[in-house]
């Protein structure tokens, strides 16, 4: 079955510094893999995503994530974190090989809080 | 703004009642997803229809049932409410089916239901 793992409920990052939020995947084939966000009392927002080809992908709002096979890992990066991106971020895979024809399915979230 | 209305954004009700949650897709999606989120269990998975058949199930109770109208708009009803059911209900829309590996899907800003 295809899962992903979001090891951290909260990580905690001062403006202006560099934040990672941690993804792991577990699939039996080729992983399809989404970041979104959630702002308080919103819907989900799509950041970007891995499909294939360059390991280092860049999505909205200066966000990147780094897909890395032999860690099965996705980590989500900023170089300098703003306050305004603090919210709940969700690891998602695409369940191609699973039962649900191509459904998302969600890790738990990470809560990231920026001080200033 | 995603595209994607849900309604009503907020809906208390007791326990043994039933409701009915609403969403319209984005112009031209075909796909709509029902998500299930809450403190314990996260972003589940619920129901996925496409162009009016149902697509795939996910972890949804027997108490629940959901349907895509020829206008493609959805409906899920709750039945025999339990105090467990309390959570946030989104709706996703997606132009396909979902199988397409790099196809994003579009949350609405969800149904905020409490049973009392």
């Known amino acids: 079955a295809q899962s992903v793992a979001q090891p951290e409920d909260q990580v905690n990052v001062a403006e202006g510094n560099p934040l990672t939020v941690k993804c792991t995947y577990s699939?039996?084939?080729?992983?399809?893999l989404f970041w979104y966000v959630q702002y308080p009392n919103r819907g989900l927002q799509f950041l970007l995503k891995?499909?294939?080809?360059?390991?280092l992908v860049k999505g909205s709002y200066g966000f990147e994530a780094e897909f890395n096979k032999s860690q099965t890992s996705f980590h989500l990066k900023k170089p300098s974190a703003l306050v305004s991106d603090s919210a709940l971020y969700f690891c998602?895979?695409?369940?191609?090989?699973?039962?649900?024809?191509?459904?998302?399915?969600f890790g738990k979230g990470t809560k990231l809080s920026v001080k200033p | 703004d995603s595209g994607v209305t849900q309604t009503p954004k907020h809906l208390i009700t007791a326990t043994g009642q039933r409701v009915t949650l609403r969403c319209s897709p984005r112009s031209g999606d075909l796909s709509v997803y029902w998500y299930q989120q809450s403190l314990d269990q996260g972003l589940q998975f619920l129901i996925h229809y496409y162009n009016g058949e149902e697509r795939a199930k996910g972890n949804i109770l027997e108490r629940f049932s959901a349907q895509q109208f020829p206008d493609l708009h959805s409906e899920l009803n709750l039945s025999s409410l339990e105090l467990g059911d309390s959570a946030l209900y989104f709706c996703?829309?997606?132009?396909?089916?979902?199988?397409?590996?790099?196809?994003?899907?579009?949350f609405g800003s969800g149904t905020q239901l409490s049973v009392l």
């Open positions: 998602a895979v695409r369940d191609i090989y699973g039962g649900s024809q191509g459904n998302l399915i």
């Open positions: 996703a829309s997606s132009v396909g089916t979902g199988e397409a590996a790099n196809e994003k899907l579009f």
């Open positions: 891995y499909i294939t080809g360059d390991n």
């Open positions: 699939v039996s084939g080729n992983p399809y």
